[in-house]
């Protein structure tokens, strides 16, 4: 080792040993302290200077301006911390997601990812397996909209041979439906696509936003009727408002007669397959033709992880696992490879990955699950679920004892909507994340907003969810003598006026 | 603190401690060694246990688990490592990236992801700045195809306005057009947009593998005359087999007469533009309407950092930038933008950058070239692409010293391809690997399988690029010795039969 390389040695050290000492503080700080106020635009840009320099800056330097951006940044970790679908994390799946990226591995082929390859079959058989199918696979996609986005990808081709092809003409008087509870994404993913958002079908949900099933009936009928061909229902496990999920047995029923592709998004509710009574919320969720699932949601390992799993047709008795026309029976491969030979070079046809993704370059989002899985195990999961469900079903109690609040469902899993009386529920989510004391988002129940507290991260304890609670109320209490104030004031207003 | 917040934090220091001495031994390890030899599958599952435990496993032993995956994983930082268009890593860059799984933040709103999107639009107003874009924007998507998709699906429905809700049959007779050395995710993109892969045009590329600009402005002819309709031309700034440059300036003219989309697909060249002679090579690129950059290919940024710029109308002189018809002038928003009331709730909705990205939920990709900026300045990019093209010039011309090797092209970028007289260059490429000597690829010039020789990690030094050579030309030897023990084989083999 000569000079240079000596010092380069220790620079590493020292870098490395500055980034540790940086996460332990930040880690600290998530555990410890309430929400940190977002500051405004205009605080940051004075207080911070973002530019990006001309020249090179020295390690101390650089390290410092990254130092306060991570200081600033809003905590998703903190145990006050309620507004996604998301929170806290897993010390296994970050330590993993780090390493992922010092390892800066590409999954296409087997020749760059190795061992990786292996680790991302084995994470895809197992949710394979968690969700019933008897063959099938998957892959990663960044993000629960863009493993929606391959289902629907493969639902249109299956259905409409030619459109790959040919185009969209192909697939003309295609139709989507999904209850008036889906994700946005469904409707967004059908714009893309070219089978226009036009074509999307907001399905009647019931009183507990669950999709109604003799509605989809009649909305098919319908558009049957009207010439137009039904392309995939979208049932949804764990609804992004109300965490609601739609009868997939009885819409699998629906679908099997009709010879409509089923894909279940459940980006958030996927998880309940862990738990043996709570995975019954997805009864005959192994009919569907395929699953998103985001284990970045209820399962706390960093985002994305997002799996779309496909059913495939199980093979015959002859062994034979083609269809009659001798096509692919990996329906990923079949609707998303390419050839590529500068890339795809070597033997292990089986194991290059490329050949079944949305993305060419691509991270391994599979490797933190396996970590998370490594550290909690079946059991660990189980358990978590059941800590998250008991905290919901905590907030659930003191809305049930508050007569300020009133609880707008009986919620199937994390999201608990309920209102405040004589607050509006968008401006106290403001004012709770104005003070810094709470971060909470609300969302529309029955057309009406509503707060949505979600309880994702099992780290927060009972005495932090009556917390939420104290500050809410006390908040809506400062809100009303505000407000009637306010109303006060404009009373004398238009009494001036008149 | 309490005796269980003090167990925690010590097991929390612990395990930053461990990770950081990982990665300290990584780096070390990419640093000196030699290229891993890939080991099979098989020899993966008999040595590790990927299973998914139903127990939970203690935090020593999960990190061990760890510990042998980083260990075996194919090493993309090594110096024998020339397999893809990436190599290397920037410390800074690995930093941000490890603190980004750490923060996990979201960045579709301005109230999850805070200073994070000022630092996203900081770093994507630069880009814009680079390219020449007087107003524009842009985003980050999740890889360099994912980039194209964007450009291709606002390029569709700006030519097609009603396609976006009515479907594809609304743009039929839509034509792509991109050079027979193109990225394959065109022809991927098309069939998942419902433009359809058959009306992707391969326009014939020049000995050098650019795009020949007369070939282009026939095909269009041609299906003009047809009665379809050209949507949007695909220019390569670096082709990802030769690295060739198609002729933007020209291009755009045509593109300019034509009313046809000109987008450059910049995934891998686009980085040149930070350089003030290299970045001729891009003459023209800001009269593009939009472009894909990856800063994880050149500029050593952890994978994937891919963005998609798109050139919007620039306002009028009395200040509005709304065009005729009232609509938004961020083309991105302008297709990309749905209603999520659940999600978009604060005022700063120009800031809540969910309405501009293909994505739901979406990491930070701009961090971490945020944080490379701040190391490196714009001169250190500047001297990294300087270094990164001597590399690629020694290498020539030791190829060009060599009477075993055949240069193919006059190399525009860091992409040197050749042949080795007497060998094939797959089979070369498979045993420089198998030997865990040096890690390169083939790809097809001009119908040939040749070596690709790709130069991007600038901490490669000439006596390593000196070495590669060797190593290539001694298995070169052993494999013509074996393959004329081969076909001295096969020829007694054919003197039997007769």
């Keep these: 080792m000569d000079e240079r390389d000596e010092d380069r040695t220790g620079a590493a050290d020292d870098l490395f040993q500055r980034t540790a000492d940086l996460a332990r503080w930040l880690v600290e700080r998530d555990r410890l302290s309430p929400v940190t106020p977002p500051p405004s635009p205009e605080q940051l840009r004075a207080e911070l200077d973002l530019s990006l320099p001309a020249e090179p800056r020295q390690e101390g330097e650089w390290f410092d301006a990254l130092r306060e951006v991570v200081e600033r940044t809003p905590s998703t970790s903190s145990h006050r911390f309620y507004n996604q679908l998301f929170a806290g994390r897993i010390p296994a799946a970050t330590v993993a997601e780090a390493l992922t990226a010092l390892l800066n591995s590409s999954m296409y082929t087997y020749k760059a990812a190795g061992v990786h390859t292996l680790i991302e079959r084995r994470v895809i058989a197992r949710l394979c397996e968690l969700v019933g199918y008897r063959s099938g696979g998957g892959t990663f996609a960044p993000g629960g909209s863009m493993a929606n986005l391959v289902a629907l990808i493969v639902a249109r081709n299956e259905a409409f041979p030619r459109v790959r092809d040919e185009g969209g003409a192909a697939a003309a008087g295609a139709v989507v439906y999904v209850s008036d509870q889906g994700h946005y994404s469904i409707r967004k993913n059908a714009g893309m696509l070219g089978i226009g958002r036009a074509n999307v079908r907001a399905v009647r949900s019931d009183h507990e936003g669950r999709m109604i099933p003799s509605a989809l009936s009649e909305a098919i009928a319908a558009d049957r009727e009207a010439g137009r061909t039904p392309l995939c229902v979208v049932a949804t496990a764990g609804t992004t408002v109300m965490g609601a999920f739609d009868p997939i047995d009885e819409i699998a029923t629906l679908c099997e007669r009709e010879r409509i592709w089923l894909h279940v998004d459940a980006a958030f509710g996927g998880s309940f397959l862990l738990h043996p009574e709570l ?196 908040v809506a209490d400062d809100l009303r003598r505000r407000g009637g104030a306010a109303a006060a004031t404009t009373e004398s207003v238009a009494a001036t006026r008149e």
Tied chains: 1, 2.
């Design 279 to 474: 995975r019954q919320r997805l009864r005959g969720v192994e009919r569907s033709n395929s699953v998103a699932w985001c284990a970045h949601k209820m399962m706390g390992v960093p985002m994305p992880c997002s799996a779309i799993l496909v059913r495939y047709a199980e093979r015959s008795s002859s062994g034979s696992g083609a269809s009659p026309g001798g096509e692919d029976p990996n329906l990923l491969r079949r609707h998303f490879n390419e050839a590529a030979d500068y890339l795809f070079q070597q033997d292990e046809a089986d194991l290059n990955l490329g050949h079944e993704s949305l993305q060419c370059g691509r991270r391994n989002d599979a490797f933190k699950l396996w970590a998370a899985w490594q550290a909690l195990g079946d059991r660990g999961w189980r358990e978590r679920l059941e800590r998250q469900r008991h905290l919901a079903l905590t907030a659930v109690a003191r809305i049930e004892r508050e007569p300020a609040l009133e609880l707008l469902h009986r919620p199937e899993s994390l999201c608990v909507c309920f209102t405040v009386s004589g607050v509006a529920s968008d401006e106290l989510c403001a004012e709770l994340s104005r003070r810094g004391l709470e971060s909470v988002g609300y969302g529309l129940v029955r057309g009406a907003k509503a707060v949505r507290l979600v309880t994702s991260n099992p780290e927060v304890t009972e005495g932090e969810i009556e917390r939420f609670f104290d500050d809410l109320l006390a």
